[in-house]
């Protein structure tokens, strides 16, 4: 009896999936592809920020585009290597760049730290597309005395 309700029942027709309104996505079918936001200009001012927390990787102050990071070639390292920083005035790659996995400083950066843009963004003057709560460790109250 119930295999007979199966083979008489119809298939349903699709409907158009639902559209619905995500800040990430904006009001965009669910199978849809979005378009991306287009990029302006970074921002190109070289005024180092303040950062959020301990240990953050700062931000480039400059434009990237178009740079070489590659197994060959790193473009960073053309102002921001120990040895060119008393000409380019940029800031030389941390101490920690140097040091492989098993703590042995190196002559050169680390394979693990030679891909900078894995940590470091450029900055880009752009709205949050959510809400953001986060308040740095300058926001603390200082902690108090006890008696």
């Excluded at 740079?67 to 040895?83: E, P, T, V």
Aim: charged share 20%; proline share 12%.
């Amino acid at each position: 009896m119930l295999a007979a309700a199966q083979v008489g029942a119809q298939p349903q027709a699709a409907s158009a999936p639902p559209v619905l309104s995500d800040p990430m996505r904006g009001p965009v079918a669910i199978p849809d592809t979005t378009k991306p936001p287009l990029l302006r200009n970074w921002v190109n001012d070289d005024q180092r920020l303040k950062r959020n927390y301990d240990m953050q990787p700062p931000v480039i102050p400059h434009r990237v585009d178009g740079y070489q990071i590659d197994r060959n070639f790193n473009k960073c390292l053309d102002c921001h290597a120990r040895g060119k920083t008393e000409f380019s005035q940029a800031i030389p790659v941390s101490p920690t760049h140097y040091v492989d996995r098993s703590g042995k400083v190196l002559p050169q950066i680390s394979t693990r730290r030679y891909f900078c843009m894995q940590c470091h963004v450029a900055q880009e003057p752009l709205a949050a597309l959510v809400g953001n709560g986060f308040r740095g460790a300058d926001a603390l109250p200082a902690p108090t005395a006890k008696k």
